[in-house]
């Protein structure tokens, strides 16, 4: 399952990085979870609470997810635009020639702990 070694590897570094501190307690962890990032939020949110229970310095964390909207840009045109709506081919001229900007990340951008 997928969700859940992304959320093995979200409490590693949430871990670490209050003992880095030395705290004991990791309250919430706030995420950036690009669009199509292939992560489902509620598939996250199961293994998150499922894994948690198990490791007594993440008891009752909560984990906030912060949906970032997928951008592709045209390489034809320039066009940027949103990658969900319109996939590989630009609105704006209709070529092929188009990658992502961003949308596909996985990354932790706060940890609250005490
Ligand atoms: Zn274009």
């Known amino acids: 399952m997928h969700e859940l070694g992304i ?10 990085a209050a003992t880095d ?6 309250r919430r962890v ?3 979870l690009g669009e199509v990032s292939g992560v489902v939020p509620d598939l996250l949110q199961d ?3 499922w894994a948690c229970r198990r490791e007594p310095m993440m008891e009752g964390c909560e984990l906030e ?3 970032m909207e997928a951008a592709s840009v045209c390489e034809a045109c320039g ?3 949103g990658t ?5 081919i630009c609105p704006a001229c209709g070529s092929e ?4 900007l961003h949308g596909r990340e996985v990354m932790i951008r706060e940890i609250e702990a005490y």
């Open 30 to 32: 706030t995420l950036d």
């Open 7 to 16: 959320v093995f590897y979200i409490i590693d570094d949430a871990k670490k």
């Open 47 to 49: 293994a998150w609470t």
């Open 97 to 100: 020639r188009t990658h992502l």
């Open 84 to 88: 969900v709506a319109y996939g590989r």
């Open 21 to 26: 501190n030395g705290l004991t307690s990791v």
């Open 79 to 81: 066009t940027e635009y």
């Open 65 to 67: 997810v912060c949906e």
